[in-house]
């Protein structure tokens, strides 16, 4: 497989350097992505560059992650217009451990000569002197060189309105010389010749071959693929509760599954050659069945399926479809009980939640009651209309038809607490027993 190739007929390459193609095509090279530790989770949007990795792998070179201890303690200022909180130590090598699992999901560890290896720069930075990082890299750039970074720039210039930039402290500044030692450490250790990033890591990564260069008369190489954004130019890898996380505890395969499930038509077509492996005839076959089908959603269900499976598990993604179906009054009580608790609410987050007491729940003389007067009239406003819509089989408990005579209690509770309550079609209320 040629990787150059690959990228861009999957629209994930942006730009590499002279004599990178050559490089590729003289033998396995090892190439390296950093990671920053800043969070305890990595999300999909480092998930488009995790899949840079795994391309250059699946062509038979080797691929190495590095997780930034030492430079997750200071920053990135790429595509930051403030200074960025930094966090303590232990914090950062929780990160680093939540992160170092994930990248084993996508990457083969025990593949002989490419296999992957995962690389941690605070190993060979804790060790360095201030004075000895000055006197043995620091020396190497200039500042004129390192001022003339996008990164720097967009930090120290006013904007085109006039306004004050941010500014940037020593600490964010120094991150490209840095990020540069680490391309410069492995390519002396590791026999690296290629880092590669998102588009918005140019600057950084260039910084490193021109260091090698410099450092050692050598000669290294840089790929950066696409930034990936959504239709409207926004960066991708948002929901409007924050960030998609690859973590199932702070973004549950349910909402992860949802996520690509609700892509419009023009993104999941982009954005399943970047986050599958789907060959490009699979994928112009799932394209031409969705054309003929639209409202089917073939295309993202493709997507949400093949990267629900590869981030969590294919359990995940079976637990997501019947959790996804349950809103079209699909599945029976069998099918509520089987939800995990998180994966219960995940599914009724936006329906009308009504909390009551044990004791009204268990001392309640009937469903009816129950519907309106006990839980204020937000489900009926009356019992009269209760009964009546009770009566046309319009309402239902935990996927079970009321017929109105029967007690609260005799509907068991999901996870000891919750009653799902359906009216008519579509209409959705969580009852809360606590």
Do not use: C
């Amino acid at each position: 497989m040629n990787l150059i190739e690959e990228l861009r007929w999957r629209g994930m390459l942006h730009d590499f350097m002279p004599g990178t193609e050559e490089q590729l095509a003289s033998g396995m090279t090892t190439g390296y992505i950093g990671f920053d530790p800043t969070a305890s989770s990595l999300h999909i949007g480092n998930l488009a560059t995790i899949m840079l990795l795994v391309h250059l792998q699946r062509a038979g070179h080797k691929p190495v992650a590095l997780v930034g201890g030492a430079t997750g303690m200071i920053g990135d200022p790429s595509g930051k217009s403030a200074e960025r909180n930094l966090l303590n130590e232990e914090t950062l090598q929780a990160n680093q451990q939540g992160i170092q699992k994930q990248l084993e999901k996508f990457l083969d560890f025990n593949s002989g000569t490419n296999a992957a290896e995962i690389v941690n720069n605070y190993d060979w930075f804790k060790e360095f002197s201030f004075l000895g990082f000055l006197r043995e890299v620091g020396k190497h750039l200039t500042v004129n060189y390192m001022m003339a970074k996008d990164s720097v720039k967009k930090r120290i210039t006013a904007d085109e309105d006039g306004e004050r930039a941010e500014g940037l402290s020593f600490t964010e500044f120094s991150y490209q010389l840095i990020q540069g030692y680490d391309f410069y450490h492995l390519y002396k250790n590791k026999g690296v010749k290629l880092q590669m990033g998102a588009s918005d890591q140019w600057g950084n990564i260039t910084t490193g071959t021109e260091l090698i260069r410099r450092m050692d008369g050598g000669k290294a190489f840089a790929l950066v693929g696409k930034l990936v954004t959504k239709s409207d130019g926004t960066k991708f890898g948002k929901s409007e509760g924050g960030n998609v996380w690859l973590d199932a505890s702070l973004t549950s395969p349910y909402k992860f599954y949802q996520f690509w499930l609700n892509l419009s038509d023009e993104e999941a077509e982009k954005l399943i050659k970047v986050y599958t492996l789907l060959s490009q005839e699979e994928i112009e076959h799932i394209l031409e069945e969705h054309k003929q089908a639209p409202h089917l959603r073939a295309l993202q269900k493709a997507l949400a399926k093949d990267v629900t499976i590869r981030v969590h598990s294919e359990e995940d993604y079976t637990s997501a479809i019947e959790a996804s179906e349950i809103l079209f009054g699909k599945g029976d009580l069998e099918t509520l009980q089987g939800l995990k608790e998180d994966v219960l609410l995940s599914v009724f987050e936006g329906v009308p939640q009504i909390a009551i007491s044990k004791a009204q729940f268990e001392e309640t003389a009937n469903v009816t009651d129950l519907l309106s007067e006990v839980t204020g009239g937000q489900i009926f406003e009356s019992k009269g209309e209760a009964k009546r819509m009770i009566k046309n089989g319009g309402v239902s408990i935990n996927r079970q038809k009321v017929d109105g005579n029967e007690t609260p209690a005799s509907f068991e509770l999901l996870h000891g607490k919750y009653l799902v309550v359906q009216k008519g079609k579509k209409n959705y209320y969580l009852i809360t027993a606590n």
